[in-house]
């Protein structure tokens, strides 16, 4: 596994406890599960502006 995928891991598991906690709805971390799944078809900027639209900020606190 390399240190992309260990990242994406991450990620997800912190955005799962995000909808534990209500801070995120689960609708929302399907969404950033999908944009992961497709994030080498982006650029830095195009990512993070979609992970921003999604989280609707939140992920400013966690990126």
């Known amino acids: 596994m390399g240190d992309l995928d260990r990242t994406k891991l991450i990620f ?4 799962r406890n995000l909808v534990e906690l209500g801070e995120l709805s689960e609708a ?7 944009l992961l799944d497709r994030m080498e078809e982006m650029d830095n900027e195009q990512f993070q502006a979609e ?3 999604i989280s609707k900020g939140l992920s400013d606190l966690i990126g």
């Not at 997800?12 to 955005?15: P, R």
């Open 51 to 53: 992970l921003r639209r």
């Open 28 to 34: 929302e971390y399907y969404e950033i599960c999908d």
């Open 12 to 15: 997800i598991d912190t955005c």
